[in-house]
């Protein structure tokens, strides 16, 4: 049973770039949600995708989009990236309208800009 | 808002001891979930334990256990027998019922010395 899964693991970028990163949810999960880790912080949730439509947003800019495609696997898209965009970026799945609103994470995908 | 707050950013225990890591909360609701995950070197948030806010017994997960006081709005995690595998950052987490927002607190990071 493959969990999620992320790509690429690590990242540098330089000031203005676009950069996107992938997600493939764990099997059975139809709901990916993605998560911006600063060092030394805790996760801060930046959006949710649900049948393919963004369904709730953080607190983050426009700079911030996604997609999900008809296999539930995900992307996140970062435009104009800023020095302070460096961080782990965590995507989580689970399965709409599961009782006990776990969140099975992937390892990540480091972005470092310089 | 609802925000989570861990006050100890490190903690170290002895092998084979217990340890309690703190956290509170804030939030006006009352339906809710509160998790404690681990975040290991590989950078993988794994889940220890969950709570529902409905449920007044504390939930016990073999070596972890909770001290849920809803009315203080405090969720610490006691890890018995510790060992070496223990050695993590923790996260404490709170997520409103029906709600994809999952906030975390800044974390504390758990060292076992043998």
């Known amino acids: 049973d493959a969990g999620v899964t992320q790509s690429p693991t690590h990242l540098i970028k330089t000031r203005g770039q676009q950069v996107t990163l992938r997600c493939s949810p764990k099997?059975?999960?139809?709901?990916v949600s993605w998560y911006q880790q600063a060092l030394g912080q805790g996760p801060q949730f930046i959006f949710q995708?649900?049948?393919?439509?963004?369904?709730q947003r953080g607190n983050f800019p426009d700079r911030f989009s996604g997609h999900q495609f008809p296999n539930y696997s995900s992307e996140l898209n970062v435009n104009a990236l800023l020095l302070g965009d460096s961080a782990l970026y965590l995507c989580?799945?689970?399965?709409?309208?599961?009782?006990?609103?776990?969140?099975?994470f992937g390892e990540g995908s480091r972005l470092t800009v310089l | 808002a609802q925000t989570v707050t861990q006050s100890q950013p490190e903690m170290s225990v002895q092998e084979a001891e217990t340890v309690t890591l703190s956290c509170t909360y804030d939030t006006s609701e009352s339906d809710y979930y509160l998790f404690w995950y681990k975040q290991p070197p590989s950078r993988q948030m794994i889940l220890v334990i969950r709570q529902e806010a409905y449920k007044q017994q504390n939930a016990t997960e073999n070596r972890f256990s909770v001290n849920f006081q809803k009315a203080a709005k405090s969720f610490s995690l006691k890890i018995s027998d510790s060992q070496l595998g223990d050695a993590a950052m923790y996260f404490c987490?709170?997520?409103?019922?029906?709600?994809?927002?999952?906030?975390f607190g800044a974390g504390t990071r758990l060292t076992v010395k043998p």
């Open positions: 099997s059975g999960h139809d709901t």
């Open positions: 989580a799945s689970s399965l709409q309208g599961a009782p006990l609103g776990e969140l099975f």
């Open positions: 995708y649900y049948e393919e439509e963004e369904r």
């Open positions: 987490a709170y997520r409103k019922y029906n709600n994809n927002d999952m906030r």
